[in-house]
Structures are given as structure tokens and as C-alpha cells.
Nanobody, 130 residues
Framework: QVQLVESGGGLVQPGGSLRLSCAAP????????IGWFRQAPGKEREGITCINIRDGSTYYTDSVKGRFTISRDNARNTVYLQMNSLKPEDTAVYYC???????????????????????WGKGTLVTVSS
């Protein structure tokens, strides 16, 4: 059974940093597009950054560009999200997801991504507050 497991969420003050992890030990090899999505209360789930773990190509939405960094450790089957300069508006449940056909840009820009992307983790809560 394919599982994506997020970890690393928590409470952080504005301006602080967190690193999230997405472990996917049994992900089929052709599912090489991994994305980070977030959903704030009362808002739609949105893609924020996606990576092709085969060639390293990445995509960032404007809201996180320059503050967040996605990376992968293929040996550990893990994708990371380093989040710096966190703002209260970054408060959300953060999910990772896996796909095999979409480009990284298309994956991140997907409307209603939950219904279009094959595999999802259960999410980890990030709260940015003083």
C-alpha cells in the first residue's frame, strides 16, 4: 500500500523556520512528481511547490518563492520543504502528494488537486503565530 507521511509541523513565531518531511518508502518508481500543498481553514487546497525527483526540476508559486525550498533525498525516499521567514498567512495543514504524469508546474497549479492527483498524505499542521 502506497503511503505518503508528512512530519515536521508545529507552532512557530512569525519570521521563524520549519522543515517538513514527506516520506514515501513504497511509492512506485514512476510516481516521480512530488508536490507540497496546503489548505488553510475555509480555503481551497493550493499547490505551493512541486519537484520532479528524477531530474530535479522545481516549481514555486509566487506566495512562497524566495522563502520556501523543496528538495529531495532519493536514497531515503523523502522530499523536504524548508520554510523560512514564515508569516501568519502560511498557517495551514500541509500535504504532500505524488503524481506520475503532470509537469511540476501543472501539478502545483491544479484546481481541485485532491481529485486529480493520485496519492496524498494525511497532512501536518503548521501554525504561525506569536
Amino acid at each position: 500500500q502506497v503511503q505518503l507521511v508528512e512530519s515536521g509541523g508545529g507552532l512557530v513565531q512569525p519570521g521563524g523556520s520549519l522543515r517538513l518531511s514527506c516520506a514515501a518508502p513504497r511509492l512506485p518508481l514512476d510516481y516521480n512528481r512530488i508536490g507540497w500543498f496546503r489548505q488553510a481553514p475555509g480555503k481551497e487546497r493550493e499547490g505551493i511547490t512541486c519537484i520532479n525527483i528524477r531530474d530535479g526540476s522545481t516549481y514555486y508559486t509566487d506566495s512562497v518563492k524566495g522563502r520556501f525550498t523543496i528538495s529531495r533525498d532519493n536514497a531515503r525516499n523523502t522530499v523536504y520543504l524548508q520554510m523560512n521567514s514564515l508569516k501568519p498567512e502560511d498557517t495551514a495543514v500541509y500535504y504532500c502528494a505524488a503524481d506520475r504524469f503532470l509537469t511540476v508546474q501543472a501539478m502545483c497549479a491544479m484546481a481541485n488537486p485532491y481529485y486529480s492527483i493520485d496519492y496524498w498524505g494525511k497532512g501536518t499542521l503548521v501554525t504561525v503565530s506569536s
